[in-house]
Nanobody, 128 residues
Framework: VQLQASGGGLVQPGGSLRLSCAASGRTFSRYNMAWFRQAPGKEREFVAALRWSGVTYYADSLKGRFTIARDNAKITITLQMNSLKPEDTAVYYC???????????????????????WGQGTQVTVSS
């Protein structure tokens, strides 16, 4: 499975960006997918996740600003980011759990260890 993240860039505070993650794999529609981010000097952190069933999860601090979605026909997931803040500056990574386990708890959907495959990351910089 290969994941290719794109859509990052420089945006002013208050602006929006939409990240995309193109995946390979014939059973993409059964993958659980997620976005994580890593700011300079910080550990990688959970942003959002999407079960293949359609259930979504978000980091508490990002609810209402970020939206994760998938397009099975395009074998892509997206992360719509609105009202961006300087503290959202980070490299954003998409990740896939190809087992699509329904037994994965909601808490575990936010764990890096849940995911088998990772994209290369796309830089998001929020600055005026």
């Amino acid at each position: 499975v290969q994941l290719q993240a794109s859509g990052g860039g420089l945006v002013q505070p208050g602006g929006s960006l939409r990240l995309s993650c193109a995946a390979s794999g014939r059973t993409f529609s059964r993958y659980n997918m997620a976005w994580f981010r890593q700011a300079p000097g910080k550990e990688r952190e959970f942003v959002a996740a999407l079960r293949w069933s359609g259930v979504t999860y978000y980091a508490d601090s990002l609810k209402g600003r970020f939206t994760i979605a998938r397009d099975n026909a395009k074998i892509t997931i997206t992360l719509q980011m609105n009202s961006l803040k300087p503290e959202d500056t980070a490299v954003y990574y998409c990740a896939a759990d190809i087992s699509g386990r329904l037994t994965t708890t909601a808490q575990a959907m936010a764990f890096m260890t849940t995911y088998d495959y990772w994209g290369q990351g796309t830089q998001v910089t929020v600055s005026s």
